[in-house]
T-cell receptor, first 109, second 114 residues
């Protein structure tokens, strides 16, 4: 199945720094979803985006739906140790979902 | 409390045995999914079901089987035909909201075949 390109693959940052990651696709999506997965746990939905250009926040997290509908961005401001985990994007086509390869975030206290 | 439950959290089986992973949801979602996650890899779709008594193969259905007799339940059987069954298995369900389609995941089952 189609896979979304996500970058960077991993990030090591100091506590308090801001983080940016993005997801790109060769196809257009009408919805972009961002998840966080802790080790050994199921992914948790962080933000859902529905319209091109939309900017949505959830606490320190902000995500944007790219104008071309082929990309999306996730920003985390003022990172804290509990932000550690794997973040990945997803987009549905019909009733199936396609997933990014994930960004592994490590926050150094 | 609404959500998706998967049991057990950890499962050990001997090679050659079939094993069934449970997935239950009380969210009243129509569609349910099974994914497999291997270290360092993205999610791969095994099977999905849009309505009761109907399901479709995903990208890696070989060696797996499912049933959807009830809306809230979508068990996955890992058969002895699956060549490399040790993995983390995630169940999910989805719903069309006003804006679009959203998907929610269960906590996962880690299967280890010895």
């Amino acid at each position: 199945g189609q896979q979304l390109n996500q970058s960077p693959q991993s990030m090591f940052i100091q506590e308090g720094e801001d983080v940016s990651m993005n997801c790109t696709s060769s196809s257009i999506f009408n919805t972009w979803l961002w998840y966080k997965q802790d080790p050994g746990e199921g992914p948790v939905l962080l933000i859902a985006l529905y319209k091109a250009g939309e900017l949505t926040s959830n606490g320190r997290l902000t995500a944007q739906f790219g104008i071309t509908r082929k990309d999306s961005f996730l920003n985390i401001s003022a990172s804290i140790p509990s932000d550690v985990g794997i973040y990945f994007c997803a987009g549905p086509t019909g009733n199936q979902f396609y997933f990014g390869t994930g960004t592994s975030l490590t926050v150094i206290p | 409390d609404g959500g998706i439950t998967q049991s057990p959290k950890y499962l050990f089986r001997k090679e050659g045995q079939n094993v069934t992973l449970s997935c239950e949801q009380n969210l009243n979602h129509d569609a349910m999914y099974w994914y497999r996650q291997d270290p360092g890899q993205g999610l791969r779709l095994i099977y999905y079901s849009q309505i009761v008594n109907d399901f479709q193969k995903g990208d890696i259905a070989e060696g797996y089987s499912v049933s959807r007799e009830k809306k809230e339940s979508f068990p996955l059987t890992v058969t002895s035909a699956q060549k490399n069954p040790t993995a983390f298995y995630l169940c999910a369900s989805s719903i069309w909201l006003a804006g679009g389609l959203e998907q929610f995941f269960g906590p996962g089952t880690r299967l280890t075949v010895l």
